[in-house]
């Protein structure tokens, strides 16, 4: 990752602390899972559906 730009982060919000965590494993990708897009690189299909997951 590069300081300045843009990147499809996937994580957890705790709410007992107001924090947000992220960690490589678990990320969202076109290709599938693991390892982290620049924003540049995901599709516009992939862009439309992030509302619409759940875990």
């Known amino acids: 990752m590069h300081i300045g730009e843009e990147y499809l982060l996937s994580g957890t919000y705790k709410s007992d602390d107001d924090t947000l965590h992220v960690?490589?494993?678990g990320?969202?990708?076109d290709e599938g899972y693991e390892?982290?897009?620049e924003w540049?690189?995901?599709s516009s299909r992939?862009?439309?559906n992030l509302e619409s997951f759940h875990c």
């Open 23 to 25: 960690s490589f494993c």
């Open 35 to 37: 390892g982290v897009s």
């Open 40 to 42: 540049h690189d995901v």
């Open 46 to 48: 992939l862009k439309n």
């Open 27 to 29: 990320q969202v990708r």
